[in-house]
């Protein structure tokens, strides 16, 4: 350890063990520390003196404030700031991985999938910065770490807060910030106004190195490399790498121009033109959209002509994406993306089916919230400027598209729609209300005849709506458990997902409509499968899409199965959001991984972890030391514990299919739910232990694990038809857990999202008896009344720790309720906390939790998904993965 290393570790101790040293650049130093508080790595960056001693320690830390309340997935947050010994210093995460420095040094030049879905991530961070007007000023390699695939921006903000708070004093010292072969014009120029375009600049030139391998402008010294910036024009990229689109060459040199007011206005701008940039067939992973903006980009500018040609080259390139599949010559496959903001809409809608194709592959439907601010579906023909509202449809999910194309029908999600079915027509008019006997089409198929098929809907079982019958329930035993995917064309066959109450994924089945039998189709869990263009198409519990050959007249599997694409988004329901077509073409929704974060009773928050994947159902420990939660990946949902003392995360079970922990009243095990043995089953683990699981109870009657006693007694939980006509009910499960499951709250309503309030005398539970979700409360024994906690509606219940506030959602707003339970029970006050935004709900259950202080609630954030993505020519996009050298 050097003397500067000994010197900061004393200045710091008490608060952070300094480690070593892992580098310099030219503004700080950065050192690998330990928080000692949190238990848990972190990087110490220290101002090089002499620009700590220029600006002094008030000025930077003033202005380094703004940017620490920068909250997004693709930027590295700020931990901690401050002064000591002279030092002035700031703290973020210590990211395991690599820079883009790092990987670029060990490639050079990067394949240009990664090379756009790099750029577009840290320009939606930019994005994100540049509304909430913080400029980083900064953006090269070194700034932007790979953690697990996906880009960090590191330094936000910093730069701005040296220059903001050193002001003049950096010019007459001749001091620079910025790195030469990434400053912008300006930048260079040392003007004073520096706005967002200049790190759109920035970005590109980035985004140039990792397309050519060096940077756009280099030079022998600095001095030459801010002349050639100044003066000169980067070289075409097209020319030097011929696989690069024209489209996305014209989207760098955009970015590149020296005028900030010609380059992109924005960096969303930015990251739209590179969702636009024309794939070449080598590289199909690369969105393409075709537009006559695009297409003129790319042509000289100016002149009658030169428009002409430009509506031609359109027309050309359209006619050749919708020219009948009989041409002789091979179409290369597409992957299209379509920018839709406010996608999956808000509220109740975010947790059912988001979208769907006409038969053509020609149009997508899909849900999103409209500019009146409602849910709505919306009409997207693939080839189309922009997105249209289906007249009428607004609060209408899980939409599903007639064989004839003229017709998409959908569940009703607000109030006035609960319970019932919808159908409208594509090209406008009255909607009009589908038979009482469909309540939702979520799991639902059309067959050519005409014929909709349903499961999981009403009475579980298989039903037929419409053809020679006009409701026929077919196979109720045998298909309890089975949820409906597709119809093949001949008819006869079904592709099922067998899944256990409870279950958000699967075994995948072909079911005989004509004899019941079933058998097997994938040997793998599945949340959801699909056939078309010769394929079966499947997405796995990490969100992954994958393609497999398939003879549906052999009823056979034909090939080995190729990757597709990953963040497939999943809702709480487990429900992928994938449509297909039968001619090869699919839609999904993609989704960055989510964030479980913190927040407080502001609504203010911050990570739990800088780890961002799939988390479900966070639960604090007794002594609020510990988080279970669910994670989903390639290997299958298990719950993991996440130490807050030390922030590691650390597997707790190992069933593949272990999910909706709860502690134990003692806080050293956990309890949890899985279906490793058929039936969904309750067992109980102490994490970190070598002892295999303890299994307390299986039942096909069991929903969902629960919440223990306080004694330790029994679990207080759900399940499913306890009762004469019953459907999700409440119920307990005595002799500490083992059962036997006995009913508590029992009737032809759903009761869910059950709570325990501390004492252990009373619950509250979500239940539809009005016809719409509300939160009521009740006595745990005996027969006394039930009291409504929530007025406009009503579900995540949870009961706060003291006992004297019931939390619940209401739309987008999380509420709480004050309640008195003594002498009797009473509501005596609600109110709002704050918005709840992109927190994920799911259903029967509560998706969030709060710390036994009540200070502070864990829940899980999704990364807002603004893109539905189109495949189209499947059987071609196959082919060429595999490298084969013809079709299948």
Do not use: C
């Not at 759109?200 to 060096?214: K, P, S």
């Amino acid at each position: 350890m050097n003397s500067a290393t000994e010197r900061l570790s004393t200045a710091l101790a008490g608060r952070y063990r300094v480690d070593r040293e892992l580098g310099a650049g030219g503004m700080a130093t950065v050192y690998l520390a330990q928080d000692l508080r949190h238990q848990r790595h972190v990087a110490v960056k220290v101002l090089r003196a002499e620009l700590a001693a220029m600006i002094g320690a008030e000025r930077f830390l003033s202005e380094i404030r703004t940017t620490a309340n920068l909250q997004h997935p693709h930027i590295l947050p700020l931990f901690d700031s401050g002064e000591a010994d002279g030092f002035l210093f700031y703290v973020m995460p210590f990211v395991e991985g690599e820079s883009l420095r790092d990987r670029l040094n060990r490639e050079k030049q990067l394949p240009i999938g990664d090379a756009v879905r790099i750029s577009r991530e840290v320009a939606s961070a930019l994005d994100y910065a540049h509304r909430h007007h913080v400029i980083h000023r900064d953006i090269k390699p070194e700034n932007i770490l790979m953690h697990d695939g996906q880009a960090l921006v590191a330094d936000f903000g910093i730069a701005l807060a040296v220059t903001s708070a050193g002001g003049s004093r950096l010019t007459e010292t001749g001091m620079s910030l910025g790195t030469p072969h990434y400053m912008s014009p300006e930048q260079a120029t040392g003007e004073r106004e520096i706005t967002g375009r200049s790190d759109v600049y920035a970005l590109g030139a980035v985004l140039y190195e990792m397309l050519l391998g060096e940077p756009p402008f280099t030079g022998p010294t600095a001095q030459a490399i801010v002349a050639r910036v100044i003066t000169e024009e980067p070289r075409r990229i097209i020319s030097q790498r011929r696989s690069v689109s024209p489209a996305l060459e014209d989207a760098v040199i955009t970015a590149l121009e020296k005028l900030p007011a010609d380059r992109f206005s924005s960096a969303a701008d930015f990251a739209k033109a590179l969702v636009d940039s024309v794939a070449v067939a080598g590289h199909p992973g690369v969105p393409r959209t075709l537009s006559p903006t695009a297409a003129a980009r790319l042509l000289p500018r100016g002149g009658l002509l030169g428009w002409v040609i430009a509506g031609v080259a359109t027309l050309a390139a359209l006619w050749l994406a919708v020219r009948p599949h009989s041409e002789a010559a091979i179409q290369p496959p597409s992957h299209l993306a379509i920018l839709a903001p406010g996608l999956g809409g808000s509220g109740n809608s975010s947790l059912h089916r988001q979208v769907a194709l006409t038969p053509d592959g020609a149009t997508v439907i899909f849900v999103a919230v409209a500019s009146n601010g409602q849910n709505h579906l919306m009409r997207q023909p693939l080839y189309a400027s922009e997105a249209t509202t289906i007249p009428e449809a607004a609060g209408i999910a899980n939409p599903l598209v007639s064989p004839d194309g003229r017709w998409v029908i959908g569940t009703g999600t607000t109030r006035a729609q609960a319970g019932s079915a919808y159908r409208f027509p594509l090209d406008g008019g009255p909607g009009s209300r589908l038979p009482r006997q469909i309540r939702s089409t979520a799991y639902a198929a059309w067959s050519n005849d005409g014929s909709l098929w349903i499961s999981a809907d009403l009475d579980r079982g298989l039903s037929r709506i419409g053809g020679p019958d006009s409701v026929t329930r077919r196979f109720p035993e045998r298909t309890s458990d089975l949820v409906l995917q597709q119809i093949l064309p001949d008819e006869r066959t079904a592709i099922m997902v067998r899944r256990p109450p409870g279950a958000s994924t699967g075994l995948s089945m072909l079911f005989d409509l004509e004899t019941g039998d079933n058998t097997v189709l994938l040997n793998a869990a599945v949340v959801e499968v699909r056939y078309t263009g010769g394929h079966l198409v499947y997405v796995l519990p990490d969100g992954t899409l994958h393609a497999v050959p398939f003879d549906p007249g052999r009823r056979r599997i034909i090939g080995p199965s190729v990757s597709l694409a990953s963040g497939i988004s999943i809702t709480g329901l487990g429900i992928a959001q994938l449509a297909v077509a039968p001619n090869g073409t699919l839609a999904y929704i993609h989704e960055e991984p989510r964030t479980l974060v913190f927040m407080d009773r502001s609504g203010s928050a911050h990570p739990a972890t800088a780890d961002r994947r799939n988390f479900h159902a966070p639960r604090f420990s007794q002594d609020g030391r510990r988080l279970s939660t669910d994670l989903t990946s390639a290997d299958g949902r298990d719950v993991w514990i996440l130490s807050l003392d030390q922030g590691t995360l650390s597997r707790a079970t190992f069933d593949r299919d272990g999910h909706d922990a709860t502690w134990t009243p003692d806080g050293r095990s956990i309890t949890y739910s899985s279906t490793r043995a058929g039936p969904l089953g309750i067992y109980r683990t102490r994490p970190g232990s070598a002892t295999p699981a303890e299994s307390l109870l299986t039942s096909s009657k069991l929903a969902y694990t629960g919440i223990w006693l306080r004694d330790g007694s029994a679990l207080v939980t759900m399940g499913n038809e306890l009762g004469p006509g019953s459907r999700i009910d409440i119920a307990i499960v005595r002799n500490g857990g083992r059962g036997p499951i006995s009913p508590l709250v029992a009737s032809q309503f759903n009761e869910q999202y059950v709570a325990v309030s501390p004492d252990g005398r009373w619950i509250a539970f979500v239940s539809d008896q009005s016809g719409q979700q509300q939160v009521y409360a009740r006595p745990l024994e005996g027969e006394g009344d039930q009291i409504q906690v929530s007025l406009s509606g009503g579900n995540d219940a949870l009961w706060g720790p003291d006992g004297r506030e019931i939390f619940y959602r209401a739309a987008t707003q999380l509420m709480v309720a004050s309640v008195r339970t003594r002498p009797q029970f009473e509501v005596t006050s609600r109110r709002q906390l704050f918005e709840i935004g992109d927190i994920i709900s799911t259903t029967t259950h509560t998706n969030y939790d709060i710390s036994p202080d009540g200070r502070t609630f864990a829940m899980v954030r999704r990364s807002p998904s603004t893109r539905v993505m189109v495949i189209q020519n499947l059987p071609e996009l196959v082919r060429r993965l595999r490298g084969a050298t013809a079709s299948p």
